[in-house]
């Protein structure tokens, strides 16, 4: 069983894009900068967040977080968002969802500016990935699925691939690129959600089985067909006293009975997480090159 190991294949991604910029600062051009928007003091988001600022200064990225209080006006977030969207100086903005209830997440999503989207979450980033357009940005989970799927060779083409969950930032985006006519694509794909019966059925038939449902360790051993390649994108807060925090992560996939099974698995933690933050950060310098050095 081959592990994928999610923190060795990201840090060579971010090792890349650290090399590839110092070129470009060298030829006297600005960084690239990516702007977080938070709401709120979520704990999980708290955390997500520092991480995606702490990964891009490191490979030499500017990043700047604006951290609101959950009361602020869906009309002041908008502004906020419009006035990054008309700074130059500014590649990429994401903003850390869930969102509090009085804001629209779907307003919110659709009001960055397509070309500074590097959460891949406008429509018009949906629209370019579902037609197969290179333009735009893949959503940094999927992305970093494919990346990792990528960095050990593994092969898709042919392969019977099942996706478990729809949901619009992970599932259903990735059960397009595995479809998709690319090199880590072309799978057969079938696509799996809480309305689909005999679930077990689908998943022990799967070449390829990627899971993203958030119910900690759903899928066990015996729902995976030998020999099968296990992508486990669920993150879970359990109870755990044992750990300081007071709670361990979980995955999806009930790891040990499934790595028995598997002939690949991502661990949780330390697999398709810091992918995600890959996927963002290649997603960041992508606009960083399409949009800024292009134009100076
Ligand atoms: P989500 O929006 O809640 O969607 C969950 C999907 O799973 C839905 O499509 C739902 O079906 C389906 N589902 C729920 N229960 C099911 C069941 N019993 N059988 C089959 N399908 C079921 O979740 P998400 O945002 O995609 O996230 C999923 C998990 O991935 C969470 O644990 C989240 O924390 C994690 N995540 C991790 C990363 C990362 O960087 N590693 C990034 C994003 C998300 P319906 O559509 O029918 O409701």
Known sequence: ?????????????????????????????????????????????????????????????????????????????????????????????????????????????QAIKPEKDVDGFHD????????????????????????????????????????????????????????????YGNCTVTLCHSRTANIEDFTKKADILIVALGKPEFITGDMIKPGAVVIDVGISRVEDPSKKSGFALKGDVHFESASEVSSAITPVPGGVGLMTIAGLLLNTFKSYKQYYLKQN
């Open 124 to 183: 018009v980033n949906m629209g370019k990935l579902a037609k197969g357009d290179e333009d735009g940005f893949i959503p940094a989970t999927p992305y970093g699925i494919v990346k990792i799927l990528e960095a050990y060779d593994i092969q898709t083409s042919g392969k019977h691939c099942v996706v478990v969950g729809r949901s619009n930032i992970v599932g259903r985006p990735m059960s397009i690129l595995m479809s998709a006519n690319s090199k």
């Open 1 to 109: 069983m081959t592990l994928l190991d999610g923190k060795v294949t990201s840090q060579t991604i971010k090792d890349n894009i650290a090399g590839e910029l110092q070129k470009y600062l060298s030829e006297g051009r600005r960084k690239p900068h990516l702007v977080a928007i938070l709401v709120g003091n979520d704990g999980a988001s708290q955390t997500y967040v520092a991480s995606k600022q702490k990964n891009s200064q490191a490979i030499g990225f500017d990043s700047t977080v604006y951290n609101y209080d959950e009361t602020i006006t869906e009309e002041f977030l908008l502004d906020k968002i419009n006035q990054i969207n008309n700074d130059e100086a500014i590649d990429g903005l994401i903003v850390q969802l869930p969102l509090p209830k009085h804001i629209s997440e779907s307003k919110v999503t």
